[in-house]
């Protein structure tokens, strides 16, 4: 797409209000980024203290997704997360 000015712009068919961590999260899950990535996003949206304690919590709601999507490939992940957190 393109704005008035012919200039490209992207629209995110999936976006999110929610915390920044859970995006961070996600590119975790799935391959992540090059270190420089996370040092600058680092840089600038600093981690909070318990980031890595609750970054599975976070990575749940997009492992259920590819659940109901491409199916039990990723139902020992969400078994996991879920036996992790459970009270």
Do not use: C, W
């Amino acid at each position: 797409m393109s704005d008035s000015k012919g200039e490209p712009v992207l629209i995110d068919p999936a976006i999110l209000y929610g915390h920044s961590e859970m995006d961070l999260a996600f590119t975790e899950r799935f391959g992540g980024y090059s270190p420089s990535f996370y040092e600058a996003y680092t840089y600038y949206r600093p981690l909070g203290q318990d980031y890595e304690d609750r970054k599975e919590l976070y990575q749940l709601f997009y492992l259920i997704v590819h659940l109901n999507l491409f199916g039990q490939g990723y139902g020992s992940s969400v078994d996991r997360v879920l036996l992790r957190f459970q009270s």
